[in-house]
């Protein structure tokens, strides 16, 4: 077959336009819309089982006699050190995090470095010390790994994967499939200092106070619910594409409307006003330690009391509640009473947050 | 903390001498002396587990009543196709095989992808339907996964990470620890392929017959062994480092002496020939469907027939011995009778190999 017979076959096959899209673009990558259709057309497709279609941060797999959780995440954030954090600390955390979403306690982890020759090896050793802290303040193991380096110039300082693996602290299933009609929803804290941290640093912008990365591990406030016995159906960490991306997700998994309330989101002052500045909505900002906990409308006060007695927790609101319409819509309703639908985050806004 | 006080702290706590190594190399990666010496100082030690330090191919970790085998690795070989595979088919293989290594059955992989921009869509394509294909054909579902893009120019076109969990086909340990003195070392094929068709792509050389890759998924072949009540000591894929750099690991780690024959390793005469031509030693190339079996003598011949019975074992041969001797040494005994200690792979042979 010739190299042009080559190419016309697989441009009738794949999935993706290539007339509109002949190369991947950052905004493939950004969490949003079209991180979502390359993953709904492509690769969920090609891979077709039922557990990457559940589309949940990690699946539940039956091994042996153990149900077990499993996930992965790459992390190229840049600059490699932030206040509050450092691409080790993510890679650890965005992790952990993934594993207490599916309900799983996070046990061990594997680690995959993808190094660019001419890495400070300063640089490494602080990343390293960055990830053995944050394991340990997690409570996993790192237990596996492997180390690749490339030519200079084909990456940036140090790409890191890391994959996890947990035992489930409950037998209900936690997934969107699993929310109904009345269910409340409840955000764990205020929104976007992750991605302001990120974008502060990347445009030099200096505020008042410095907006520190709201990075943490999830795993013992998740579980301080589970433990409780807090009827909870779906968690979900809000990472890319924020807390309005995870919505609207979260509803076309479940086939569910969700009916949000936009004044009572906590977003601190600096973070409103940095967003402003640079254009951005908190609503569509990457943050690495808050997430939702949608639970049975009877357990909404005892979950929020729980979670606002930890200290990541401390902001934690009842935001909305999942809608008895037939829809798949998120709906937010204003300060001033007037509703509007939420839609993903189309685009690039943040690359390279996470 | 001033950065150049922070600076000096870090310089007397990194194991790795900074003075000497100021920066991270291709040879950090290589899979030889300096990888070796990377994970040993700097990167085992801060992880500080007795899983990472058994060296092996992957953690068998207890996760309530099951035991699950656990790894990971980063492909970033280059060109992203070659005779006999692609990226994403190394990408699955590579893991299904360090599944295979610790006696597991491998059953679902993690899929991160870090996509340069600019990466052409039908190439993307290409490689998720190459993965999809040696899923399949290993018998491993694909469930959970993770895609980010990096800007043009700071990666190069794809890298894919694979994570793998499987379960124990034995209640036997397979691990360098288990060999002992008078076992035999099979080797299930000939040697050098996967590397000597990389290299043979990247330097344009062309030879009277095209050199394939290869790469193959090894876990079937390696269940007949189990599944016949093979006692198996040990597994070794034969990766970056050939198969010099693994037995040498496996010496190390087991403080035992190993002895190898050079004559009865077999390696194509095309191969050969292609490492004469670029200067390399076949025990130093990296293969992506060989490994070693360390077996108790007494099955060493049921071993040996059972590899020969399976396609990818025809050419498999007995190679040498564990000795009982006071040490943790390779030696090798050549064609003429003189005998040599054989070292790791030092330097950069062939980096980004896989």
């Not at 891979?47 to 990457?52: A, G, I, S, Y």
């Not at 190094?115 to 090896?121: H, S, T, Y």
Request: glycine share 10%; hydrophobic share 45%; proline share 5%.
């Amino acid at each position: 077959m010739t190299a042009e017979l080559e190419a016309q076959e697989f441009a009738l096959t794949c999935p993706i336009p290539i007339a509109q899209y002949p190369n991947v673009l950052l905004a493939h990558g950004s969490g949003g819309k079209m991180t979502h259709n390359l993953l709904e057309k492509m690769i969920v497709p090609a891979f077709n089982n039922p557990l990457l279609e559940a589309r949940h941060d990690g699946a539940v797999l039956q091994m042996g006699e153990a149900k077990v959780a499993f996930t992965t995440d790459s992390y190229v954030v840049r600059p490699l050190f932030f206040p509050g954090g450092d691409i080790g600390k993510l890679a650890v955390t965005g992790t952990v995090n993934d594993l207490a979403m599916c309900g799983a306690r996070p046990l061990f982890l594997s680690v995959g470095l993808i190094i660019e020759e001419g890495l400070p090896m300063e640089t490494l050793w602080r990343v390293i010390q960055s990830m053995r802290q944050t394991a340990a303040a997690a409570g996993v193991a790192i237990v596996t790994g492997d180390t690749k380096v490339v030519d200079k110039g084909k990456g940036d300082g140090i790409f890191i994967n890391t994959a996890g693996v947990g035992t489930l602290l409950t037998d209900r299933q936690i997934a969107p499939s699993q929310i109904e009609p009345g269910d409340t929803i409840i955000l764990s804290g205020d929104l976007g200092r992750h991605g302001i941290c990120i974008m502060a640093v990347r445009e030099g912008l200096a505020f008042e106070s410095e907006i520190e990365s709201d990075c943490a591990p999830l795993n013992n406030i998740v579980s301080r619910l589970i433990e409780a016995g807090v009827e909870i159906h779906c968690l979900r960490d809000l990472t890319r594409g924020g807390l309005a991306s995870s919505l609207v997700e979260i509803a076309q998994a479940a086939q569910r409307q969700i009916n949000i309330d936009e004044s009572v989101i906590p977003v601190r002052e600096d973070v409103r006003g940095a967003c402003e500045l640079l254009g951005l909505d908190p609503m569509y900002v990457a943050n690495e330690g808050r997430f939702i906990a949608i639970v049975a409308q009877k357990d909404a006060r005892k979950a929020l009391s729980l979670l606002r007695d930890h200290p990541l927790g401390a902001d934690a609101a009842i935001i909305g509640e999942v809608g008895s319409e037939d829809s798949d819509l998120v709906t937010m309703r204003s300060a001033i009473g007037t509703s509007r639908i939420v839609d993903m985050l189309s685009g690039e806004q943040l690359p390279r947050i996470c």
